[in-house]
């Protein structure tokens, strides 16, 4: 059974970046669609982008656009995800979680379509942004 | 694309039935039968409940149920347990984003 298994909790000034990773155990990824979403204290749950490694396609909210960036190390199965200009509203728990069904080449990319039905998280990074 | 919409809490008794709602539009609801829904117990990470509107994955207790008409999907929780309290979010997507939904607190009074 996969698990996967995030980076620890991250302290930055504004106007910096974070880099948050994503280990696959006992899975990988390079065959499923990968998202990120991220919770605000007592806020929902916000989904910032994926990545789909099989198709070599990357889909970004447009709220983020310009200010993340998801990539896949297929050799150590871990995603990552980096946001820039990070500011106090950045603040939040950001979440990686892997969509259930497996791709193969041979199927039709379909888009947003692939990064529905996410069946496995990952427990969570507080990041905190604060001067 | 703005998040779904529903109702921000949902309470019942033990042993009840509730049903949140998930309401979106044409382009996302609406056009595909790709609604999930989530339980999400405070600090820890989200759980898939139903996928593609009305099937569970497996270990999923059999009282979670999904429907949908036209724009609206259902999530529906029968013989309410207090171990369901949690709070519920909706997903879909369209053509060009992806999207949760607001979010309800459900309570077991």
């Known amino acids: 059974q996969v698990q996967l298994v995030q980076s620890g909790a991250e302290v930055k000034k504004p106007g910096s970046s974070v880099k948050v990773s994503c280990k696959a155990s006992g899975g990988t990824f390079s065959t499923y669609a990968v998202s990120w979403v991220r919770q605000a204290p007592g806020q929902g749950l916000e989904w910032m982008g994926g990545?789909?490694?099989?198709?070599?396609?990357?889909n970004y909210a447009q709220k983020f656009q310009g200010r993340v960036t998801i990539i896949t190390d297929d050799s150590s199965s871990t995603a990552y995800m980096e946001l820039s200009s990070l500011r106090s509203e950045d603040t939040a728990v950001y979440y990686c979680?892997?969509?259930?069904?497996?791709?193969?080449?041979?199927?039709?990319?379909?888009?947003?379509?692939?990064?529905?039905?996410?069946?496995?998280w990952g427990q969570g990074t507080t990041v905190t942004v604060s001067s | 694309q703005s998040a779904l919409t529903q109702p921000a809490s949902v309470s019942g008794s033990p042993g009840q039935s509730i049903t949140i709602s998930c309401t979106g539009t044409s382009s996302d609801v609406g056009r595909y039968n790709s609604v999930s829904w989530y339980q999400q117990h405070p600090g820890k990470a989200p759980k898939l409940m139903i996928y593609?509107?009305?099937n569970r994955p497996s270990g999923v207790s059999y009282r979670f149920s999904g429907s949908k008409s036209g724009n609206t999907a259902s999530l529906t929780i029968s013989g309410l347990q207090a171990e369901d309290e949690a709070d519920y979010y909706c997903?879909?997507?369209?053509?060009?984003?992806?999207?949760f939904g607001t979010g309800t607190k459900v309570t077991v009074l």
């Open positions: 979680a892997r969509a259930m069904t497996r791709l193969s080449s041979g199927m039709s990319y379909r888009g947003f379509f692939h990064f529905n039905n996410m069946d496995v």
């Open positions: 990545i789909i490694t099989i198709f070599g396609r990357r």
């Open positions: 997903s879909s997507f369209t053509s060009n984003s992806f999207v």
């Open positions: 593609d509107v009305s």
